[in-house]
């Protein structure tokens, strides 16, 4: 009897892409500011992964709605202290205005910089509804820009030594 090698419950869609450029991790409002300010305007093409479901996930989902902003993006008009929904307004018009679309739902699960080729390997598992992916980016750069408030998630490296006191 032949064994079932695939338990199609399970079974993960799997694909690897080169990014031109770097990848972001991250559409907080930095993330925004460096893709506009300086990547679009240089022509260099970017992917931008987002765990959540929308740009700026901080100041949409986990503050208050008193809260007012003080931290206007280069390029584009900043209203006078800003109410939560105007600063998440104006963030999804920065986005919209320099056709910044990021992709959602997307979290990076390990990233690693492999010497042999020179480039960084992204590991990200995405989620539609039902369906899941594994994506794996292939990057000369990789730029956090997870916000000033997001988990704290610490590199683990293969050569660091714990200090015993």
């Given at each position: 009897?032949?064994?079932?090698?695939?338990?199609?419950?399970d079974?993960?869609?799997?694909?690897?892409?080169?990014?031109?450029?770097?990848v972001?991790?991250?559409a907080?409002?930095?993330?925004?500011?460096?893709?506009?300010?300086?990547?679009r305007?240089q022509?260099?093409?970017f992917?931008?992964?987002?765990?959540?479901?929308?740009?700026?996930?901080?100041?949409?989902?986990r503050?208050?709605?008193?809260?007012?902003?003080?931290?206007?993006?280069?390029?584009?008009?900043?209203?006078?202290?800003?109410?939560?929904?105007?600063?998440?307004?104006?963030?999804?018009?920065?986005?919209?205005h320099?056709?910044i679309?990021?992709?959602?739902?997307?979290?990076?699960?390990?990233?690693?910089?492999?010497?042999?080729i020179?480039f960084?390997?992204?590991?990200?598992?995405?989620?539609?509804?039902?369906?899941?992916?594994?994506v794996?980016?292939?990057?000369?750069?990789?730029?956090?820009?997870?916000?000033?408030n997001?988990?704290?998630?610490?590199?683990?490296?293969?050569?660091?030594?714990r200090v015993?006191?």
């Amino acid at each position: 009897m032949e064994e079932n090698l695939v338990d199609h419950d399970d079974f993960v869609a799997r694909r690897c892409i080169m990014v031109n450029g770097p990848v972001i991790v991250g559409a907080s409002p930095s993330g925004l500011a460096l893709m506009a300010a300086y990547l679009r305007d240089q022509g260099v093409p970017f992917l931008v992964l987002e765990r959540a479901d929308c740009i700026a996930s901080l100041w949409q989902k986990r503050t208050y709605d008193r809260l007012k902003a003080f931290c206007p993006l280069p390029k584009l008009p900043f209203p006078e202290y800003p109410t939560q929904r105007q600063f998440i307004h104006y963030l999804e018009s920065y986005a919209k205005h320099f056709e910044i679309n990021p992709k959602f739902n997307s979290c990076v699960q390990s990233a690693r910089y492999d010497e042999t080729i020179g480039f960084w390997r992204v590991n990200t598992v995405s989620t539609t509804g039902s369906t899941r992916s594994e994506v794996e980016c292939v990057c000369r750069w990789l730029i956090a820009a997870t916000g000033e408030n997001a988990e704290c998630v610490g590199a683990r490296y293969r050569w660091l030594v714990r200090v015993r006191r």
